[in-house]
């Protein structure tokens, strides 16, 4: 889970540079997460997770990313975008819906 400085598709980049940007990096970032066998957890609520604070500029930098096996184990994870304050990044909740019991790990929150 983090910032990777780099988007999977031209679509998760809006605003100033949007396009062609990047475009071998985000060929050598698929097909890395691809060779080490990695999924994408999905993102809810929100399509990005970086604005400038003028607004001009979104993108999609921060994910998640966990191997076949872990999804397996934990089914039901999403990552949530919560509010920001200062950064001008995003907070990320990993959240699994099939837990309830409260005393159980049920998310994780990554600023």
């Given at each position: 889970m983090g910032d990777f400085n780099c988007v999977r598709r031209s679509s998760e980049?809006?605003?100033v540079g949007e396009s062609g940007?990047?475009?071998?990096?985000r060929e050598e970032f698929?097909?890395?997460?691809?060779?080490?066998?990695?999924?994408?957890?999905s993102l809810i609520r929100r399509k990005f997770t970086r604005y400038r604070s003028n607004g001009r500029a979104n993108c999609r930098i921060d994910r998640v990313l966990v191997s076949k096996k872990w999804l397996?184990?934990?089914?039901?994870?999403s990552h949530y975008i919560l509010p920001r304050s200062v950064s001008d990044h995003f907070p990320i909740l990993l959240k699994n819906s099939n837990i309830r019991d409260p005393?159980?790990?049920?998310s994780l929150i990554v600023g």
């Open positions: 980049r809006m605003g940007y990047g475009r071998s990096e698929n097909a890395f997460i691809k060779d080490i066998e990695l999924e994408d957890v397996d184990v934990w089914q039901g994870c005393n159980l790990l049920g």
